[in-house]
C-alpha cells in the first residue's frame, strides 16, 4: 500500500512538473549517473558502470529526440547532444574516468544555463 502511495506521488509529480522543471530534474538525473559510474568504475564493479552509462545515454538521447527545432537554439543543442553521445560512448568503451571528468562539467554548466533561463522565464 505504502508503495503504491509512493509511486502514485512520484507519478502526480513527474505529471505536474512544467517542461522546464522536467528538462532539470533530466539534468540533475543525467549528473548523478555520471558521478554513479564514476565511483563504479573506481570499485571495478563494471556492471553498475554500464547501467549507469546506459541511463545516461538513453537521457541524453531522450533530450536530443524532444528538442523543437523551430528554435535556432535546438540546432546547436542537438549538436552538443550528440557530442555527449559520442563521448558516452567512448566512455563505455574505454572506461576512462578522464572522459567523465570532462563530460561532467559540460552537462553541469548546461544545466546552470538552463536553470538561469529558467529563472528568467519566470519574473
Do not use: C, H, W
Request: aromatic letters at 12%; hydrophobic letters at 40%.
Amino acid at each position: 500500500m505504502y508503495r503504491n502511495g509512493y509511486q502514485q506521488y512520484k507519478m502526480q509529480s513527474v505529471n505536474t512538473m512544467t517542461s522546464g522543471e522536467m528538462l532539470l530534474l533530466l539534468f540533475d538525473e543525467l549528473i548523478k549517473r555520471l558521478g554513479k559510474a564514476q565511483i563504479a568504475l573506481e570499485d571495478k564493479n563494471y556492471d553498475v558502470f554500464n547501467e549507469s552509462v546506459t541511463r545516461s545515454r538513453e537521457i541524453v538521447q531522450y533530450l536530443n529526440e524532444t528538442l523543437n527545432m523551430n528554435y535556432q537554439i535546438s540546432f546547436e543543442l542537438r549538436r552538443m547532444y550528440q557530442f555527449f553521445l559520442y563521448e558516452l560512448g567512448r566512455l563505455q568503451a574505454g572506461r576512462r574516468t578522464a572522459v567523465i571528468q570532462e563530460l561532467k562539467p559540460l552537462v553541469t554548466e548546461l544545466r546552470d544555463a538552463f536553470r538561469e533561463a529558467s529563472k528568467t522565464a519566470a519574473m
